[in-house]
T-cell receptor, first 113, second 112 residues
Framework: IAGITQAPTSQILAAGRRMTLRCTQD?????MYWYRQDLGLGLRLIHY???????GKGEVPDGYSVSRANTDDFPLTLASAVPSQTSVYFC????????????FGNGTRLTVT | DQQVKQNSPSLSVQEGRISILNCDYT??????FLWYKKYPAEGPTFLIS?????DKNEDGRFTVFLNKSAKHLSLHIVPSQPGDSAVYFC???????????FGTGTRLKVLA
């Protein structure tokens, strides 16, 4: 079934450690996104990529980095995790343009202790 | 600055009745709006969208209304079913960019 695969499903991480959340899509979508979901704050955009080779900052980019080496993969890296990065992280993709819906993965639940 | 606002964190509705979820926005340049539904432990799934050239879009039990002058949109679910119980997010792509801005969500509970 076509879609977005995120890994791991959940992770407990010690503060200060480095972590990469993986995201792969098989829909050949141009655009990809990383959101975090926090209670009372909804979904907030961390980083996005319009197409392979380009990335951009969202609403809450600090402490996170991304790369888009190819169309299918869009990993999110926490260089040195802090407790405030405890959240559920969702990867999404879209065909691109301003009128195509986002398709989401099932999320990664990250706890930073 | 919250550009997309959902002021009701939760809503309870009896099965078979109408559910109305509201969303307000501040950016008059938004020209496309989406609604997503999210179940626990799953990613959000796309439900319905509306372009700013329309004031209504219908898909089965789901209808979205757009009032551009009031910068307000609403999602109507008729009739509501227990399986509709979920968190609903409205969203809009920031004009000229690929950034989709989401509201904070409304948790709908449909009572059997």
């Amino acid at each position: 079934i076509a879609g977005i695969t995120q890994a791991p499903t959940s992770q407990i991480l010690a503060a200060g450690r480095r972590m990469t959340l993986r995201c792969t899509q098989d829909m050949r979508h141009n655009a990809m996104y990383w959101y975090r979901q926090d209670l009372g704050l909804g979904l907030r955009l961390i980083h996005y990529s319009n197409t392979a080779g380009t990335t951009g900052k969202g609403e809450v980019p600090d402490g996170y980095s991304v790369s888009r080496a190819n169309t299918d993969d869009f990993p999110l890296t926490l260089a040195s995790a802090v407790p405030s990065q405890t959240s559920v992280y969702f990867c999404a993709s879209s065909e691109g343009g301003g009128d195509s819906p986002l398709h989401f993965g099932n999320g990664t639940r990250l706890t930073v202790t | 600055d919250q550009q997309v606002k959902q002021n009701s964190p939760s809503l309870s509705v009896q099965e078979g009745r109408i559910s109305i979820l509201n969303c307000d926005y501040t950016n008059s340049m938004f020209d496309y709006f989406l609604w997503y539904k999210k179940y626990p432990a799953e990613g959000p799934t796309f439900l319905i969208s509306i372009s700013s050239i329309k004031d209504k879009n219908e898909d089965g039990r789901f209808t979205v209304f757009l009032n551009k002058s009031a910068k307000h949109l609403s999602l109507h679910i008729v009739p509501s079913q227990p399986g509709d119980s979920a968190v609903y997010f409205c969203a809009a792509p920031s004009s000229g960019t690929y950034k989709y801005i989401f509201g904070t969500g409304t948790r709908l509970k449909v009572l059997a």
